[in-house]
């Protein structure tokens, strides 16, 4: 239990930024770092409340964790994810990013007034059978993507690096990587 309180992020489930910061000091001379971003979450959260943004941190977490390649995502703070890819260089890492980028942009997600649940299944049949569908909303994030170099020697200088190819990404119009 301490571990998790220590290491884990409460909301998302996904490993904190203790632990990024642990993992950044045994990285070796060989890896890529991305840093990914919700994009619009300010106004998104302000449009519809900040427990559907919790559920959209949710959502988009659950997606990143699944990244391939063999990257760890963590929670960075926020609405900002990082993705370390140990033993890879960045051209090895886009894939994995961009389809992890493009099932969060293709995904509907629904948005339900709790207030209004039915107590029990009968009556949610019911109240399905004549009502519309609920509205449905979509999240996009953006990337950046830094491996490490002789100009970016150390891990911070590359979470740096890929701080500043996900703001370039944002730039040159959201939902996109850069790197």
Same mark, same amino acid.
């Given at each position: ?34 840093m990914l971003d919700i994009d619009h979450f300010k106004k998104f959260n302000d449009t519809h ?8 941190? =949710?959502? %988009?977490?659950?997606? &990143? @964790? ?12 926020? *609405? #900002? ?18 389809d992890v980028r493009e099932g969060i942009a293709s995904y509907e997600m629904s948005l339900r ?21 609920? =509205?449905? %909303?979509?999240?996009? &994030? @953006? ?12 891990? *911070? #200088? ?22």
């Amino acid at each position: 239990d301490s571990y998790n309180m220590a290491y884990r992020d409460e909301l998302t489930g996904l490993l904190g930024r203790r632990a990024l910061n642990e993992r950044m000091r045994g990285l070796g001379r060989h890896y890529s770092i991305a840093m990914l971003d919700i994009d619009h979450f300010k106004k998104f959260n302000d449009t519809h409340g900040h427990d559907v943004g919790d559920e959209v941190l =949710k959502l %988009v977490a659950a997606r &990143i @964790s699944r990244v391939a390649g063999g990257g760890t995502a963590y929670r960075y703070g926020g *609405e #900002e994810f990082c993705v370390v890819f140990p033993r890879k260089g960045s051209d090895e890492c886009v894939d994995a990013l961009e389809d992890v980028r493009e099932g969060i942009a293709s995904y509907e997600m629904s948005l339900r007034d709790h207030s209004q649940r039915p107590e029990t299944s009968s009556e949610g049949a019911r109240k399905r059978g004549g009502k519309a569908a609920p =509205k449905t %909303v979509k999240v996009t &994030i @953006s990337m950046g993507l830094a491996e490490r170099s002789e100009e970016h020697a150390s891990p *911070e #200088e590359v979470l740096k690096e890929a701080d500043q190819k996900l703001y370039r990404a944002k730039k040159a119009g959201r939902n996109r990587l850069s790197y």
